[in-house]
């Protein structure tokens, strides 16, 4: 709490762990920026070389302590909880922010523990998702209702996600927010597609087939590379690339390696240049198994192209709003082939869907939406937790003061629909 002796500048860290780079972590990275904007102090925890490059790239501090890893270790996570609540006991903090679930069990954990004044957790997926096991579910989403009575928000990137975690009893109404995922538009391509086609070794006359992820085994990837040995049976003219890395690389060059189709599929590795890959492909297709609100499906949106997307919660939330994507059953191969031959032989319908993706992601899903409904979560719990009052300029006065830091080209940023309902009470109690 301030008293008015104290600074009131505000510090807000940003806790990941040993998360690897991907889609939150541009959300994390975007939250840092616009809370620096506002002149906050803004760290992150984080131990991935390449999250910790960009969080220097963006601006932000770095907290380079090892002490959340993914893996279950219980005394390693035991001492590395109590080095963490030192940590968050020695620095004045008013708001720890944590992400995914392991960083956000033990975030939490330390925070409260170290009477941190506001503590919110965004969960961009659950540890478990909708093919996991009855077990499994149970298992986790006990953990997430433990791990819920130590923050004073949560929040979902989906609103099936938020419903899902109340079927699951984790939280109360009150206490999760949906705040769908948002990306800043896509950016005119710097290399002519038709440059990269030919740099990537596409022929004319092909079919550009564009896949980004992060190679993990959650993402479905080895149904892509089967779909394109069924496809290859019936159509010869196409090129699979895949955009990403990650601990199953190996494995899924070995895959198309032994179905005969490694002429056919490209493994670009990491890419920043998503804007031209997006630019340059004739359509996108996303097999993963679960996501909260995969950024490479709003990249795609953004862009304007035609997606092969699998039937998770998250999806079907989008496609419930327009039709904007052919969904497929997730692990479906041949599903996911059918649905190739069908855009392949319908231009019309890849177009109509593309300007379909596009006008759902103009109305929903902006950088803009997501970024202000953050910020003013964070007012509304500085406010009630510190009875603190911030200046809160208007969307378009927003816009102006942050448009230097966060270099954004958006007009101003739009009001958040939801309000959240934080306790009130200082006290935090098991």
């Known amino acids: 709490m301030f008293t008015d002796k104290e600074p009131k500048t505000i510090r807000l860290l940003h806790i990941v762990g040993d998360s690897r780079f991907g889609g939150a972590a541009r959300i994390i990275l975007r939250l840092g920026q616009i809370a620096k904007a506002e002149g906050w ?14 969080a220097r790239r963006h601006g932000l501090g770095l907290v380079n302590v090892d002490v959340i890893r993914r893996d279950i270790r219980p005394f390693w996570d035991l001492a590395g909880l109590c080095r963490l609540r030192e940590l968050l006991e020695r620095e004045p903090y008013q708001i720890v922010h944590t992400h995914t679930s392991k960083a956000g069990f033990v975030g939490r954990l330390a925070a409260w523990l170290a009477g941190v004044p506001v503590i919110v957790h965004t969960a961009h997926g659950f540890a478990f998702h909708e093919r996991s096991s009855s077990s499994a579910r149970f298992f986790y989403a006990t953990l997430e209702r433990i791990a819920s009575r130590w923050c004073d928000q949560i929040v979902s990137v989906s609103e099936f996600h938020r419903h899902w975690a109340l079927e699951l009893g984790i939280c109360k109404p009150f206490k999760i927010l949906a705040i769908p995922n948002g990306i800043a538009d896509i950016r005119s391509p710097k290399i002519a597609p038709a440059d990269l086609r030919q740099r990537l070794g596409v022929r004319d006359g092909n079919l550009f087939i564009l896949s980004m992820a992060r190679l993990a085994p959650d993402k479905g990837l080895e149904y892509l590379i089967e779909a394109a040995t069924i496809l290859q049976r019936t159509e010869r003219r196409f090129q699979v690339v895949i955009a990403g890395d990650g601990p199953v690389r190996a494995r899924l060059h070995g895959l198309a390696r032994d179905l005969g189709i490694a002429d056919r599929v490209i493994f670009l590795g990491f890419r920043e240049d998503v804007d031209d890959l997006l630019a340059a492909c004739d359509l996108v297709v996303l097999p993963s198994l679960r996501e909260g609100l995969s950024i490479a499906l709003l990249e795609a949106m953004a862009a304007g192209k035609p997606i092969i997307a699998t039937s998770i919660g998250s999806h079907l939330e989008l496609a419930s709003q327009a039709e904007m994507a052919r969904l497929v059953p997730p692990a479906d191969a041949h ?96």
């Open 41 to 54: 102090h803004v760290d992150v925890l984080a131990t991935d070389p390449t999250f910790q490059q960009a």
């Open 335 to 430: 599903a996911i082939c059918a649905s190739i031959l069908r855009f392949a032989r319908d231009p019309s319908l890849m177009a109509r869907l593309g300007m379909s993706a596009r006008a759902l992601f103009e109305s929903r899903y902006t950088e803009d939406r997501m970024l202000n409904s953050y910020r003013q979560l964070y007012f509304d719990l500085l406010e009630v937790k510190c009875s603190l009052r911030l200046p809160r300029p208007s969307g378009d006065a927003l816009c102006a003061d942050t448009q230097e830091c966060m270099n954004h080209g958006d007009s101003g940023l739009l009001s958040h629909t939801r309000q959240p309902r934080p306790d009130g009470g200082h006290q935090r109690s098991l």
